[in-house]
């Protein structure tokens, strides 16, 4: 069977018998079952032309949808079993997002058609008699998106919330903020897009290249464009988590808003949105008028983003020079006011307040590594990005991590180290490199490793100017991710990367099939490539350089 992430175990029947469906199959829901139900009805309807009705009085449903934790066989909330015989196909989740990643398996068992948009003639549609227990390995399987280098409109979100759930992931982490754009209404503070969502012109390839786009760049999400995109990922029981980058890369912010900014040593008032890639000195004034500035803006997040579908809030906390604030008199004067640890203490403060505002909101936050830097903030999660060392730490003490260590899961590093590969950014990172990424390091204690929530892959978009581009550093190798994000696999030496590279061979169709625009096996497509477009090959090069 060609289904991608692997389930635990599959059954076939030694006869290779198949149940075949008439022409207009019925689907039983079960308590519990009616939104899987109401999703398969659209989905399987399009690609079908089937309308799955409810079966009629006596009669057996050929599609059976059922919710039972015992069902399940009790391998947590997200297990689910499919049962294909020849009455039909059944349906077991322990919960009901169990029962919606067993759909996308039963997606996937009716072959690539199953994903169109519209039915295709004399297609006929047959199940093979099998039975199928699975359950994910992780609860925190997930992929960033970066909307603030380059916006990706709305409907372009909702896209690849689609593609994360046919691939059984289930949190997508928008990098809403940054120096290059602001892309969330903040209603008290229009200024945010109406100034921080434009800039005038953006570098075209890596920030060494002498090519600009002069095309002005920029979006943002309306309020009721987030709840949108919150309600449709729930519905695919998909988390969303939402970022706002402080007290770094926030250049954006502080051009729309210019006393954010440390405006004792810089003339804030003539910065404009950032029009070039890497990492700028502007950053946020360590003042109680920003604390409360920000305090307004996650207020706001915080009603658009509902506890029970969005617990996390990242709060970013990477990437923050300290120039600025070694210069400013009031930063140096905040410093010796709340007793810290110079400006690493700084930022640890700053930090700590949005933790401790979160958590009194019944909310938890969560930032990527450099949180660690002069303290780490109680409770805080951390998102261990600058390879393993920063989880590592922060899982020994007692602190829950999201492994995506730019080294093995940074999808916007080059797929090959051919001169094809459109803007090669980083390091070569192959589908087989990112196979065998392991998120779990061998040095945890068992304790330790328990706190290891899972990973994500990143998706920063600085060299990603549309929707095509994304795709193409993205498929197929969060595939691969996901595979070993579900699946309970063997150690990353011993994974069987043939047998994942044979069933790719079914799913480059399903892929095609939902329009992506992946990056073939054999290299990029002429019309894929950037000729003469600068990146940064140079392989086993620090991030940075």
Not at 167 to 185: A, C, F, S
Not at 189 to 208: C, D, F, K, N
Request: glycine fraction near 12%; proline fraction near 8%.
């Amino acid at each position: 069977m060609d289904l991608i992430p692997a389930p635990q175990v599959v059954l076939l029947d030694e006869g290779g018998r198949r149940f075949a469906f008439g022409s207009a199959p019925a689907l039983d829901a079960g308590p519990g079952a009616a939104a899987v139900a109401r999703w398969l009805r659209r989905e399987l309807g399009a690609a079908t032309g089937w309308e799955l009705p409810a079966a009629g009085a006596g009669a057996t449903a050929e599609l059976r949808l059922r919710v039972d934790p015992e069902g399940a066989a009790g391998q947590g909330p997200e297990a689910y079993r499919i049962e294909i015989g020849p009455d039909g196909a059944e349906l077991t989740g322990a919960t009901a997002a169990g029962l919606f990643w067993g759909a996308q398996t039963l997606r996937q068992l009716l072959g690539p058609d199953a994903y169109r948009k519209a039915p295709l003639p004399g297609r006929a549609w047959s199940l093979p008699y099998a039975s199928v227990a699975d359950a994910p390995r992780f609860g925190w399987r997930g992929m960033m998106l970066d909307v603030a280098r380059h916006f990706m409109p709305k409907d372009g979100v909702l896209r690849y919330i689609d593609l994360l759930a046919a691939h059984k992931l289930n949190v997508l982490h928008l990098h809403l903020t940054d120096d290059q754009g602001w892309r969330i209404e903040i209603r008290r503070h229009p200024r945010l897009t109406e100034v921080g969502g434009w800039r005038p012109r953006s570098r075209w390839g890596h920030r060494a290249s002498p090519l600009w786009n002069e095309t002005p760049h920029g979006g943002y999400y309306t309020q009721d464009d987030i709840r949108e995109i919150v309600a449709y990922a729930a519905e695919r029981h998909v988390r969303v988590v939402p970022e706002i980058d402080v007290p770094g890369h926030s250049q954006a912010a502080i051009a729309a808003y210019p006393e954010l900014g440390n405006t004792d040593v810089v003339d804030t008032a003539a910065l404009g949105v950032w029009d070039d890639w890497g990492i700028t000195e502007n950053v946020l004034a360590p003042t109680e008028a920003v604390l409360r500035f920000y305090e307004g803006v996650f207020e706001e997040l915080l009603e658009l983003f509902p506890v029970e579908v969005s617990p996390f809030v990242h709060v970013g906390g990477d990437e923050c020079p300290k120039a600025q604030w070694k210069a400013s008199a009031v930063a140096q004067e905040r410093i010796r006011e709340l007793g810290v640890a110079g400006e690493d203490g700084l930022q640890a403060w700053f930090v700590r307040h949005f933790d401790g505002w979160l958590a009194a909101r019944g909310r938890r936050l969560i930032g990527w590594d450099e949180i660690l830097e002069g303290g780490l903030a109680d409770g805080a999660a951390v998102s261990s990005w600058r390879g393993y060392a920063g989880g590592i730490a922060a899982a020994e003490a007692g602190h829950d991590v999201v492994m995506c260590p730019e080294q093995q899961v940074y999808l916007d590093h080059r797929q090959a180290g051919g001169a094809d590969e459109p803007m090669p950014i980083g390091y070569v990172r192959s589908l087989e490199d990112v196979y065998r990424f392991e998120p779990v390091p061998p040095k945890l204690s068992p304790e330790a490793a328990a706190h290891v929530l899972g990973a994500q892959a990143n998706v920063w978009t600085e060299v990603m100017e549309n929707q095509g581009r994304v795709d193409y550093q993205v498929f197929p190798r969060l595939a691969a991710f996901a595979e070993v994000v579900w699946s309970w696999q063997p150690e990353p030496a011993e994974r069987d990367f043939a047998w994942f590279e044979e069933r790719m061979g079914a799913h480059y169709a399903r892929l095609a099939a939902q329009g992506v625009d992946y990056r073939p096996p054999g290299g990029p497509l002429p019309r894929q490539r950037r000729p003469g477009v600068p990146g940064r090959p140079i392989e086993g090069a620090p991030p940075n350089v």
